[in-house]
Every structure is written in structure tokens, then in C-alpha cells.
């Protein structure tokens, strides 16, 4: 299973990276792409939208089901990736490298309260 070590977790399988720049780049775990299957379709929040920590904010079809996928922090959406909402698949080639959307944390310390790799880990294998 692929777990990136500088990456946050959520329970609910996405994961956050924070930037430089200061937002927060969103996307669902290599463990969740594999459980979805074959993606086949990415509805992505709308720019300017402001979402809470654990609000359903973008949808993830698979050939095997639909799955929510929930804002790990709560802030402001501003960037969807395009590109991957054009070619769902590119999310089980690299779940890490197909991001789903960037936000502007209201509070950039709640990332803190998201999982660390290792936590990440012992939660995946119990899915």
C-alpha cells in the first residue's frame, strides 16, 4: 500500500498536502482508488465554494460504486483539477498525482488533527 510519509489523512481516505503558497492540495488515497476500482467519473466542487471540515464536497464514480468525498479541513475551494475530472482514470494511475482540488484553509492548524501516515496505515487495514 502506498502511504505517502508528508501527507495527512482523513478517516474517510483523502489526503492533504499543504504548500508553500499555504493551500491545501486535496485527493483520495492510493488505498481508496484501489477499493473504488476503475474510475470512471469526478464531480469536483465549485470554485469560490467554502466547505467544513468533513462536508461532502465532490463525488467519485467507479465502475463498482459512488463514494463522497469530504473536505479534510474546512476552507475555501479555490482550483479543481481539471484535468482529472477530463480523465477520471489518471486517479488509479497516481491517486497522489491527480489531485481533485486545492483549498485556502480558514486554519491551516487543523491539518493537525488529520492522520500521519502511520495512523493512515492502521486504518487502511482495517477497511
Request: aromatic share 6%; charged share 25%.
Amino acid at each position: 500500500m502506498n502511504i505517502p510519509a508528508d501527507l495527512k489523512y482523513a478517516q474517510s481516505h483523502e489526503w492533504a498536502r499543504l504548500a508553500d503558497d499555504g493551500l491545501v492540495t486535496v485527493g483520495i488515497s492510493d488505498h481508496a482508488q484501489e477499493a473504488l476500482g476503475d474510475i470512471v467519473y469526478l464531480e469536483l466542487p465549485q470554485v469560490g465554494r467554502k466547505v467544513k471540515a468533513g462536508e461532502e464536497c465532490a463525488v467519485v464514480e467507479s465502475v463498482k460504486a459512488a463514494s463522497d468525498i469530504y473536505a479534510p479541513i474546512a476552507g475555501e475551494v479555490v482550483a479543481v483539477n481539471q484535468a482529472a475530472a477530463d480523465a477520471p482514470e489518471s486517479v488509479n494511475q497516481d491517486a497522489y498525482a491527480a489531485w481533485l482540488f486545492r483549498l485556502k484553509p480558514d486554519n491551516a492548524a487543523d491539518l493537525d488533527k488529520l492522520l500521519d501516515a502511520d495512523a493512515y496505515a492502521k486504518v487502511a487495514a482495517e477497511d
